[in-house]
């Protein structure tokens, strides 16, 4: 069996996390149309929460607020077990005495308290480890021993890819386009890597003086486009930097720390180039909206944030318990119990890259396809909310959210205002608009100068 690091990842793959209580399984939902054994590879963008990276039994970490919760009742009963006697009562007046010593003694037997493990990690985070060179679905490849980190602290590991065994002899493994490729049982991408160059080399002829001399030209000037990407991209950089320090608020700041810093969330922007040209088109959108909202979104995700997901999908799980309780016998009523709601319930947050409310998203949809779905019921709600967990359909409702607003104002209003529009109304409103609008300005720049050099 190969190295771990340099194995392929496949759907039910182990891993494990640092502030969890017990192993779990990496998941994939929708193929990507790549099979191991016909098992689904994974790719470094099957991250998302609850959807590929799946809850660890319970969570030992302090940065969880349900951690600190459970902490905080432990400590209220060790202190309530323990009534002060009058002796005490007098030592703690002058020293701190028995009081102290059994507040430090249940704060020292905090870290053995569990709370319940939400593994929360930031819209558009990769996992770190992924095969270069090769690409599934236009995605790298996920390889053993990848790393992620949640935003309570905890680093979640692949530690097995999930491959079968097999008896030694080589398999085939297939995409969905009917081509097959062979593998042996645990294939690493060290091997397959060098597999697919050696076919390549063996397809390829050699050049003659005239395709030398072409192709020597060729990379000339691929190189000078490089090179020319690679300064506007720095120029963007820079533009990007100055308009985000005029604009955060320490509160942001801070909020915001740890999550994405510029450059991450601007590379999770251009990492989607596709999908934002894509909706551009769809819906005649400029482009450089799209990429404005986006990175604003991004870079201004915050720990928050998450929580708020959080409560939605428990308020989610607790109305679908509500609801097999409700169809079940007498019997299993008896057996299930009453459904204990959350103690916090919420219908709706904004979510995923574009931090869309599914209420939004309804709205946009109604008006775009002559839908009539309701913003108030809560199994379109959760319909919606959950499809924007999906990065390429987020990003398509972020160019249908910001064409349905431009319907709601004048005929020939600009982007600023149409961005305005997208975050709502009022000073904050407004304040978004004007950071949003010289975003616009240095993606335009940067968009025409990689269109100058012909593309990337």
């Given at each position: 069996?190969?190295?771990?690091?340099?194995?392929?990842?496949?759907?039910?793959?182990?891993?494990?996390?640092?502030?969890?209580?017990?192993?779990?399984?990496?998941?994939?939902?929708?193929?990507?149309?790549?099979?191991?054994?016909?098992?689904?590879?994974?790719?470094?963008?099957?991250?998302?929460?609850?959807?590929?990276?799946?809850?660890?039994?319970?969570?030992?970490?302090?940065?969880?607020?349900?951690?600190?919760?459970?902490?905080?009742?432990?400590?209220?009963?060790?202190?309530?077990?323990?009534?002060?006697?009058?002796?005490?009562?007098?030592?703690?007046?002058?020293?701190?005495?028995?009081?102290?010593?059994?507040?430090?003694?249940?704060?020292?037997?905090?870290?053995?308290?569990?709370?319940?493990?939400?593994?929360?990690?930031?819209?558009?985070?990769?996992?770190?480890?992924?095969?270069?060179?090769?690409?599934?679905?236009?995605?790298?490849?996920?390889?053993?021993?990848?790393?992620?980190?949640?935003?309570?602290?905890?680093?979640?590991?692949?530690?097995?890819?999930?491959?079968?065994?097999?008896?030694?002899?080589?398999?085939?493994?297939?995409?969905?386009?009917?081509?097959?490729?062979?593998g042996a049982a645990g294939a690493s991408a060290a091997?397959?890597?060098?597999?697919?160059?050696?076919?390549?080399?063996?397809?390829?002829?050699?050049?003659?003086?005239?395709?030398?001399?072409?192709?020597?030209?060729?990379?000339?000037?691929?190189?000078?486009?490089?090179?020319?990407?690679?300064?506007?991209?720095?120029?963007?950089?820079?533009?990007?930097?100055?308009?985000?320090?005029?604009?955060?608020?320490?509160?942001?700041?801070?909020?915001?720390?740890?999550?994405?810093?510029?450059?991450?969330?601007?590379?999770?922007?251009?990492?989607?180039?596709?999908?934002?040209?894509?909706?551009?088109?769809?819906?005649?959108?400029?482009?450089?909206?799209?990429?404005?909202?986006?990175?604003?979104?991004?870079?201004?995700?915050?720990?928050?944030?998450?929580?708020?997901?959080?409560?939605?999908?428990?308020?989610?799980?607790?109305?679908?318990?509500?609801?097999?309780?409700?169809?079940?016998?007498?019997?299993?009523?008896?057996?299930?119990?009453?459904?204990?709601?959350?103690?916090?319930?919420?219908?709706?947050?904004?979510?995923?890259?574009?931090?869309?409310?599914?209420s939004t998203a309804i709205d946009a949809t109604n008006?775009?396809?002559?839908t009539n779905y309701d913003r108030n019921d809560k199994?379109?709600?959760?319909?919606?909310?959950?499809?924007?967990?999906?990065?390429?359909?987020?990003?398509?409702?972020?160019?249908?959210?910001?064409?349905?607003?431009?319907?709601?104002?004048?005929?020939?209003?600009?982007?600023?205002?149409?961005?305005?529009?997208?975050?709502?109304?009022?000073?904050?409103?407004?304040?978004?608009?004007?950071?949003?609008?010289?975003?616009?300005?240095?993606?335009?720049?940067?968009?025409?100068?990689?269109?100058?050099?012909?593309?990337?």
């Amino acid at each position: 069996m190969a190295d771990l690091n340099d194995t392929y990842v496949v759907h039910t793959a182990a891993t494990a996390c640092s502030m969890g209580m017990r192993q779990s399984c990496a998941v994939l939902g929708n193929s990507h149309g790549v099979y191991l054994r016909q098992q689904p590879q994974m790719t470094v963008n099957d991250s998302l929460p609850m959807v590929n990276v799946m809850c660890f039994g319970g969570c030992y970490s302090m940065e969880n607020p349900s951690t600190q919760a459970a902490a905080a009742a432990m400590q209220a009963a060790v202190l309530a077990a323990c009534p002060d006697t009058f002796l005490d009562k007098v030592m703690n007046f002058f020293t701190g005495g028995k009081k102290k010593a059994k507040t430090q003694a249940a704060q020292e037997g905090v870290p053995r308290v569990v709370g319940v493990c939400t593994p929360t990690i930031p819209p558009g985070t990769k996992w770190d480890n992924g095969k270069d060179g090769v690409e599934t679905k236009g995605n790298s490849p996920l390889l053993g021993g990848a790393k992620i980190r949640c935003l309570f602290g905890g680093e979640i590991q692949i530690v097995d890819s999930g491959q079968v065994e097999g008896a030694g002899s080589a398999e085939s493994y297939e995409n969905e386009d009917g081509g097959e490729a062979e593998g042996a049982a645990g294939a690493s991408a060290a091997e397959s890597g060098a597999a697919g160059a050696a076919g390549t080399a063996a397809g390829s002829g050699t050049p003659g003086a005239v395709g030398i001399c072409t192709g020597a030209a060729a990379v000339a000037a691929s190189v000078a486009r490089e090179a020319g990407a690679a300064v506007a991209k720095e120029q963007l950089k820079a533009s990007l930097d100055t308009a985000v320090d005029g604009y955060i608020t320490p509160g942001q700041r801070i909020a915001t720390l740890p999550c994405m810093g510029n450059d991450e969330a601007l590379e999770v922007v251009l990492s989607h180039d596709a999908a934002i040209e894509a909706a551009s088109e769809k819906y005649n959108v400029d482009k450089e909206m799209i990429q404005s909202v986006l990175f604003q979104e991004l870079r201004f995700y915050n720990v928050g944030d998450p929580v708020a997901d959080s409560i939605v999908r428990q308020s989610q799980f607790y109305e679908h318990q509500l609801e097999a309780y409700e169809k079940a016998g007498f019997l299993e009523k008896m057996v299930r119990g009453v459904p204990v709601p959350p103690i916090v319930y919420r219908k709706d947050s904004s979510t995923g890259l574009g931090q869309i409310f599914a209420s939004t998203a309804i709205d946009a949809t109604n008006w775009y396809e002559k839908t009539n779905y309701d913003r108030n019921d809560k199994k379109d709600l959760e319909k919606f909310w959950n499809e924007l967990q999906d990065e390429d359909y987020n990003i398509d409702m972020v160019g249908r959210v910001l064409a349905y607003k431009r319907s709601t104002l004048p005929e020939g209003a600009d982007a600023k205002r149409i961005m305005k529009a997208y975050n709502g109304s009022g000073e904050l409103a407004e304040k978004y608009s004007n950071v949003t609008w010289q975003y616009y300005k240095a993606f335009e720049e940067y968009n025409s100068a990689l269109e100058k050099l012909g593309g990337q």
